[in-house]
């Protein structure tokens, strides 16, 4: 045989070897999917035993991200539902209903039969219209090791006025899908982008559908114009003038065999009719002037009450060959589409600091009152900056701002300054990214979301609200609870088992090969399940993951656990009382013990 038929020969094996992989990963691919909706079928079946609606009061939620938050239209309440929460080995997504009631400041739990299935990353939009309506439609749920995800496609509506769920079969909707946006628009619910991930592919989206709330009917549109490109994550929102506004996103795509570069959009488009008819769209790109929010990822989006748009925190990610690194946020912008600008959201701190006077004497001008306050006998207070090194060299960040003291000898000041003007702390919500917020009475409510340390994801379960109208502070209503967060650590024969399914390749164990939210390489192996924007892409965090020094010298098996966990304490910058589990009084903590509501 010559050269060329051995060529031949030789190609053909190769594309034989090829075929039988293909189908072999095929085969896999079908297995996992059917474990999957055999998952699911089992939740399903669990969630038919519900036959009646039952309120419960109890404790807040616990820690999740990547739920959805709305206020009710006509109660004093707000409406958490799903949401999903990893704890370095085991993904949990839920289907639960809960409900803040603002006046009492209490949580319950809702149960009614037939809920949607559980999941994450959906989208969630309040109506008023029948005694107030709560449409759902897509998310994801994913399996428990975090390697397999489901994208719904369904649209769920839950009647207010008489607590049931139904779920609106119409054809002709959006395909399945996560991290997508949603808006009420005059009597449509109009959906944008989102993206669909399979164990080998995936796709991100920038179609547009309309859903009809009178005839219960979806629609494509087409609009006129260029458009945003394919993202999940972005800002949407319906301006005054009628308008829908698009800004910035996430999305990935690969430049070469297993790696993907991830995109932090910071581009913005409106979405409007054309000559005011109402089946005829186009879009047109904008440049808003002011003060533009740094690209980010994962940021949270709400309405205020003059009808402008707030973004707060996100995560902006800085690329390196082989490494990812974020910078979590917790600042506040507003768009103006009105004036077409961006505003940074500055808080004026507590009323009674502007109204501080001499005993005995009269009221001084702000500026003289500033210049003798920061004269040279004058001490900020200080800020404590520790750096905490990893085992695999990850440095580790922790800020914390400490009242100012007192030299000796030096008399108290004169003026009438409340506790909190004494130098305490600041009450504001942590740098994180997928925090879930609403807009109740002029009141900005922030629950929950994500940040990272090191290798690890803290999934917080905290409740802050600020008054828009008078920008002045925020207040915490529940307070991080250090308690509830555990990070459980990979036993080696787990590490042993990852190493024989990966090749044991020094490369594929890297904490820093995969990617999501701007990584490199796709797969479990970086946390940020939020940086891309409800996901869009991302993985949950590693699985060799390393032990952080800072969080405890050696894992406690406080948790109701028989694997080693690690409380994440030290990452709260709080003083602490004794009895904290697996703590000490020098241990910081926020958390305190949830007590049942008294009677009205």
């Known amino acids: 045989m010559g050269k060329k038929g051995k060529k031949e020969k030789k190609g053909r094996g190769a594309e034989k070897t090829a075929a039988k992989m293909e189908k072999k990963v095929s085969k896999r691919s079908r297995k996992e999917e059917e474990d999957l909706e055999a998952l699911l079928a089992h939740f399903q079946a669990l969630d038919a035993t519900k036959t009646q609606v039952v309120e419960t009061p109890c404790p807040p939620p616990s820690p999740r991200l990547h739920a959805s938050l709305s206020a009710h239209p006509d109660k004093d309440e707000l409406i958490l539902f799903g949401g999903e929460y990893f704890n370095g080995q085991k993904t949990s997504?839920?289907?639960?209903?809960?409900?803040?009631?603002?006046?009492?400041?209490?949580?319950?739990?809702?149960?009614?039969?037939?809920?949607?299935?559980?999941?994450?990353?959906?989208?969630?939009?309040?109506?008023?219209?029948?005694?107030?309506?709560?449409?759902?439609?897509?998310?994801?749920?994913?399996?428990?090791?975090?390697?397999?995800?489901?994208?719904?496609?369904?649209?769920?509506?839950?009647h207010l006025a008489t607590k049931t769920w139904e779920q609106v079969r119409a054809t002709g909707g959006p395909s399945g899908r996560s991290g997508h946006r949603m808006v009420a628009w005059k009597?449509?619910?109009?959906?944008?982008?989102?993206?669909?991930?399979?164990?080998?592919?995936?796709?991100?989206?920038?179609?547009?559908?309309?859903?009809?709330?009178?005839?219960?009917?979806?629609?494509?549109?087409?609009?006129?114009?260029?458009?945003?490109?394919?993202?999940?994550?972005?800002?949407?929102?319906?301006?005054?003038?009628?308008?829908?506004?698009?800004?910035?996103?996430?999305?990935?795509?690969?430049?070469?065999?297993?790696?993907?570069?991830?995109?932090?959009?910071?581009?913005?488009?409106?979405?409007?009719?054309?000559?005011?008819?109402?089946?005829?769209?186009?879009?047109?790109?904008?440049?808003?002037?002011?003060?533009?929010?740094?690209?980010?990822?994962?940021f949270s989006v709400a309405v205020t009450p003059n009808h402008q748009t707030l973004l707060f925190g996100g995560v902006c990610d800085e690329e390196e060959e082989e490494s990812l690194e974020g910078d979590f946020l917790n600042d506040l912008h507003f768009y103006d589409a009105t004036r077409n600008r961006w505003f940074a959201g500055q808080l004026k701190?507590?009323?009674?600091?502007?109204?501080?006077?001499?005993?005995?004497?009269?009221?001084?001008?702000?500026?003289?009152?500033?210049?003798?306050?920061?004269?040279?006998?004058?001490?900020?207070?200080?800020?404590?900056?520790?750096?905490?090194?990893?085992?695999?060299?990850?440095?580790?960040?922790i800020k914390q701002v400490?009242?100012?003291?007192?030299?000796?000898?030096q008399p108290q000041s004169g003026e009438e300054d409340s506790p909190d003007e004494a130098g305490g702390p600041v009450v504001e919500p942590g740098p994180r990214s997928n925090a879930m917020l609403a807009v109740k009475h002029g009141r900005l409510y922030l629950y929950g979301g994500m940040f990272e340390a090191g290798d690890r994801q803290v999934t917080l379960g905290d409740l802050y609200c600020l008054d828009l109208h008078k920008m002045q502070e925020w207040t915490a209503l529940v307070e991080a609870d250090p308690g509830a967060q555990e990070w459980l650590e990979e036993t080696e024969s787990e590490e042993d088992s990852d190493e024989d399914a990966e090749g044991g390749s020094d490369e594929e164990d890297s904490g820093d090969s995969g990617g999501e939210a701007g990584g490199l390489a796709p797969g479990p192996g970086r946390a940020p399940a939020g940086h891309s924007g409800d996901r869009g892409g991302a993985r949950p965090a590693?699985?060799?993951?390393?032990?952080?020094?800072?969080?405890?010298?050696?894992?406690?098996?406080?948790?109701?656990?028989?694997?080693?966990?690690?409380?994440?304490a030290s990452l709260f910058p709080s003083p602490a009382p004794s009895g904290l589990c697996g703590g000490s009084p020098e241990e910081p903590r926020l958390g305190v013990p949830w007590q049942a509501p008294g009677p009205p």
Not at 94 to 103: D, F, K, P, Q, V
Not at 106 to 121: D, T
Not at 134 to 156: N, R, T, V
């Open 93 to 158: 997504v839920y289907n639960e209903l809960y409900t803040y009631n603002i006046r009492k400041d209490a949580w319950a739990k809702v149960e009614i039969p037939n809920p949607p299935p559980r999941r994450c990353a959906h989208q969630a939009v309040v109506v008023p219209q029948g005694g107030g309506q709560l449409w759902i439609f897509g998310g994801e749920f994913a399996s428990p090791d975090g390697e397999q995800f489901y994208h719904y496609k369904d649209l769920w509506v839950l």
């Open 187 to 298: 009597r449509q619910l109009i959906l944008f982008g989102g993206f669909h991930e399979t164990t080998r592919d995936y796709i991100y989206y920038n179609d547009v559908y309309a859903f009809d709330l009178d005839t219960f009917t979806w629609s494509r549109l087409c609009p006129s114009g260029t458009g945003p490109t394919p993202r999940s994550g972005c800002q949407m929102s319906v301006t005054p003038q009628g308008s829908i506004v698009i800004y910035g996103g996430y999305s990935k795509q690969r430049v070469k065999k297993d790696v993907d570069r991830g995109t932090q959009h910071s581009d913005m488009f409106l979405l409007q009719p054309v000559d005011g008819r109402e089946g005829k769209w186009g879009w047109t790109r904008i440049n808003p002037a002011g003060a533009k929010p740094t690209p980010r990822s994962g």
């Open 349 to 397: 701190g507590p009323k009674s600091e502007k109204r501080k006077r001499r005993r005995g004497g009269k009221a001084e001008p702000e500026g003289a009152d500033k210049q003798e306050r920061g004269g040279a006998g004058a001490q900020e207070p200080l800020e404590v900056v520790r750096e905490v090194v990893a085992e695999d060299g990850t440095v580790v960040t």
């Open 402 to 409: 400490l009242a100012a003291p007192v030299p000796a000898g």
């Open 542 to 568: 590693s699985q060799d993951s390393t032990n952080l020094a800072a969080a405890r010298e050696a894992p406690t098996r406080c948790c109701p656990t028989a694997r080693p966990c690690v409380h994440l």
